[in-house]
């Protein structure tokens, strides 16, 4: 059964911590991405991966941190120099981060930050 | 900064009638356009994608591309209230969304 799983579904979090969200998929993309979605609002892109080992800032990627060390995991890092991280994150991979133009991007069904 | 506009919502249509959604990129080097519907609370669904210009048909949705004036369009047929979401135009190759516009649908 192929997909993209995020973990938690709901997380919270104290002023100061840091936390780690999970983003695993088993579809062999190439590519995977972060985004983080406000109420009411759309898509912003935080980080994103092409390829293992290397991965470029989106437009938001201030106070966030993540790795690629294997093909099918991304974590996201949300550090305390993030100051407002409370937001719905979302994960997604394509099979292709260039120009395979008919590339599908998959979603996982997210991650809920809350900041107490 | 690379741009992808959608224009402003909330959209009200009837049950029955056709729904309109546009969006506008900047990047002129843009190939592909997507289009996703996001019920509340979830992730995006894929409705469909395009690439060339015209029109693209799948069953009730319609999307169009008019790459010289930077639009993309999708147009819902005989809307339904179970198409009453927040739909999502994304660019690639970046792979950029735009604000969305959310769909009421009225019985």
């Known amino acids: 059964d192929g997909g993209i799983t995020q973990s938690p579904k709901y997380l919270f979090r104290k002023e100061g911590q840091n936390v780690t969200l999970s983003c695993e998929q088993n579809?062999?993309?190439?590519?995977m991405y972060w985004y983080r979605q406000d109420p009411g609002q759309g898509l912003r892109l935080i980080y994103y991966s092409q390829i293992v080992n290397d991965f470029q800032k989106g437009d938001i990627a201030e106070g966030y941190s993540v790795s690629r060390e294997k093909k099918e995991s991304f974590p996201l890092t949300v550090t305390s120099a993030q100051k407002n991280p409370t937001a719905f994150y979302l994960c997604?991979?394509?099979?292709?981060?260039?120009?395979?133009?008919?590339?599908?991007?998959?979603f996982g069904p997210g991650t809920r930050l809350t900041v107490l | 900064q690379k741009e992808v506009e959608q224009n402003s919502g909330p959209l009200s249509v009837p049950e029955g009638a056709i729904a309109s959604l546009n969006c506008t990129y900047s990047d002129r080097g843009s190939q592909s356009f997507f289009w996703y519907r996001q019920y509340s609370g979830k992730s995006p669904e894929l409705i469909m994608f395009i690439y060339s210009n015209g029109d693209k048909e799948d069953g009730r949705f319609t999307a169009q591309l008019n790459k010289a004036s930077q639009y993309v369009s999708l147009l819902i047929r005989d809307s339904q209230p179970s198409d009453s979401a927040t739909y999502l135009c994304a660019v690639i190759p970046d792979m950029r969304f735009g604000a969305g516009t959310r769909l009421t649908v009225k019985p």
């Open positions: 997604a991979s394509r099979r292709s981060g260039g120009l395979g133009y008919t590339d599908t991007q998959y």
């Open positions: 579809l062999n993309h190439d590519a």
